[in-house]
């Protein structure tokens, strides 16, 4: 089971680190996304690591402001949210997934092995 944390309040311009975590070894060797999901809008993917961590890719709405990195001896894929912007505002969810390719991120229900229950992220002044 995934657990998400490091959600909260930020100003316009601050910073967030998400940590997604595990009881059990699953996050070892696996694919991991993290996707959000804004009020009225549809979820969406951010970020994706591969399993070794030497593969990453992003949206382009948040390219070259987040980051995302995992240290397998923890169990824990991170998220550093920089220079937050208003509409990053959304819930926050890291995920088991079939792949982190490159191009464009497009996501299907059917590449998701499963959901962490997400963090909420808040950017407002």
């Known amino acids: 089971q995934l657990v998400e944390s490091g959600g909260g309040l930020v100003q316009p311009g601050g910073s967030l680190r998400l940590s997604c975590g595990s009881s059990s070894d699953t996050l070892d060797y696996s694919v991991i996304g993290w996707f959000r999901q804004a009020p009225g809008k549809e979820r969406e993917e951010v970020a994706c690591?591969?399993?070794?961590?030497?593969?990453?890719n992003y949206a382009d709405s948040v390219k070259g402001r987040f980051t995302i990195s995992r240290d397998n001896a923890k169990n824990t894929v991170y998220l550093q949210m920089n220079s937050l912007k208003l509409e990053d505002t959304a819930v926050y969810y890291c995920a088991l997934t079939k792949r982190c390719s490159s191009g464009p991120l497009v996501y299907y229900s059917s590449d998701i092995y499963s959901w962490g229950k997400g963090t909420p992220v808040t950017v407002s002044s």
């Open positions: 690591i591969s399993s070794a961590g030497i593969t990453t």
